[in-house]
């Protein structure tokens, strides 16, 4: 399977040009069967006021934003999971990622574990955790600081997943190196989709790491960028290398755990 990720500066409250790049981007690689773009790609990160958010904003699935992907993902024959910033109503949004495939929209994902200030805006995902079927190889999304939760990952590995893709905005030094241990505690290929560039709002700024990458079961990085230039990387992979739960001969993944003696936690 070919898959990939788009790594590029989002334009903060310009989603007409944040889209134009990405139509772009995505036709340059359409030879990809799945690609991977940043958190909020349509609309920019730094949100400091509810009214942005209001302005900014689109229902799933029928904003105009989708529906423009939608169309180029049939174009392309390409399935696209990107961050997306959701309207539910006039006051009630998400920091959420879209799955969009051919046959048009499959689902939306909302974030579950909000970071720093966007709890000041966004509501978190309550669920449920799920793996969707693309061209017969199955798939889990997280966004961002999801990266922090193994829980969350493990779940979907142990659901079948085989891609887990985390579309992100990364500013703290840490996801990249935690998604290969993601990769190989759970075998399964990760692809994050990092963001470049930095946001200023007044004497605040954001600047964003950059270095998206695709891991694979064995703690392999298959492809990775730089810090701050924009990159499409589009690789070929082996799913069924995410089937094979085997360490060792004697160590399997799964069949070892011991869930006997973690109840600890779900107790605090």
């Known amino acids: 399977m070919k898959v990939g990720y788009i790594q590029f500066n989002?334009?903060?409250?310009?989603?007409?040009?944040?889209?134009?790049?990405?139509?772009?981007?995505?036709?340059?690689?359409?030879?990809?069967?799945?690609?991977?773009?940043?958190?909020?790609?349509?609309?920019?990160?730094?949100?400091?006021?509810?009214?942005?958010?209001?302005?900014?904003?689109?229902?799933?699935?029928?904003?105009?934003?989708?529906?423009?992907?939608?169309?180029?993902?049939?174009?392309?024959?390409?399935?696209l999971v990107a961050g997306f910033c959701e309207k539910v109503s006039e006051n009630e949004f998400y920091n959420s990622a879209i799955l969009l495939g051919p046959e048009g929209f499959i689902d939306v994902y909302r974030k579950i574990h909000l970071f720093n200030t966007e709890k000041n805006f966004f509501t978190p995902g309550k669920g449920p955790?799920?793996?969707?079927?693309?061209?017969?190889?199955?798939?889990?999304?997280?966004?961002?600081?999801?990266?922090?939760?193994?829980?969350?990952?493990?779940?979907?590995?142990?659901?079948?997943?085989?891609?887990?893709?985390?579309?992100?905005?990364?500013?703290?030094?840490?996801?990249?190196?935690?998604?290969?241990?993601?990769?190989i505690e759970n075998r399964v290929f990760t692809i994050t989709a990092n963001r470049i560039g930095t946001e200023k709002k007044g004497d605040k700024e954001l600047t964003f790491t950059g270095l998206s990458q695709i891991t694979s079961p064995g703690m392999e990085l298959l492809s990775h960028s730089s810090k701050d230039e924009e990159e499409c990387r589009v690789v070929d992979i082996d799913p069924s290398l995410a089937r094979n739960k085997w360490i060792t001969k004697k160590n399997h993944i799964f069949q070892d755990r011991r869930t006997d003696l973690y109840k600890a936690l779900l107790q605090s």
């Open 129 to 183: 955790i799920q793996v969707y079927a693309v061209k017969d190889v199955k798939i889990g999304i997280i966004v961002c600081f999801d990266w922090a939760f193994p829980e969350l990952t493990r779940i979907l590995a142990l659901k079948g997943a085989e891609i887990i893709c985390h579309p992100a905005n990364l500013v703290l030094p840490f996801a990249q190196k935690t998604m290969l241990a993601r990769s």
């Open 10 to 79: 989002p334009v903060f409250g310009n989603k007409e040009h944040n889209l134009s790049q990405i139509i772009r981007l995505i036709r340059n690689h359409a030879d990809a069967e799945l690609l991977v773009l940043p958190e909020l790609c349509t609309t920019g990160y730094f949100f400091t006021e509810q009214a942005e958010l209001q302005n900014m904003a689109e229902y799933v699935p029928s904003g105009s934003s989708v529906k423009l992907l939608e169309k180029v993902a049939a174009e392309t024959d390409t399935y």
